[in-house]
């Protein structure tokens, strides 16, 4: 079983910036962030494939929101910049132990473990 250590969340305004950070338990070959926004679906975020650096973003997200890495303690970031109200949502962290194909990196089904879920609301 891989635990997933993730950051909290916080309140920030519209604009704002807010980094999420996770670290797995055990090395991971693939992890990423999906959110969650009362009354909606579970939406992707972001993915990440440490075996060659491979990043996808959400298009809501993209030229926002930036994966980075500390390659030594296997923990990846999730830093979000120009926060909207719209982004308000429980940020949950999720990794798979295998190497993904980019395909299946958006299917929430390709994750075989979930962090506990991070508050981020945006309010002015």
């Known amino acids: 079983q891989v635990q997933l250590v993730e950051s909290e969340g916080g309140l920030v305004q519209p604009g704002d910036s807010l980094t999420l950070s996770c670290a797995p338990s055990?090395?991971?070959?693939?992890m990423g962030w999906f959110r969650q926004a009362p009354g909606k679906e579970r939406e992707f975020v972001a993915a990440?494939?440490?075996?060659?650096?491979?990043?996808v973003y959400a298009d809501s997200v993209k030229g926002r929101f930036t994966i980075s890495k500390d390659r030594a303690k296997h923990t990846l970031f999730l830093q979000m910049n120009s926060l909207k109200l719209e982004d308000t949502a429980v940020y949950y962290c999720?990794?798979?132990?295998?190497?993904?194909?980019?395909?299946?990196?958006?299917?929430?089904?390709?994750?075989?473990?979930w962090g506990q879920g991070a508050q981020v609301t945006v309010s002015s």
């Open positions: 055990t090395r991971t070959l693939t």
């Open positions: 990440f494939r440490w075996s060659d650096l491979t990043t």
């Open positions: 999720v990794a798979a132990l295998n190497r993904k194909i980019t395909s299946a990196l958006r299917d929430p089904t390709t994750y075989d473990f």
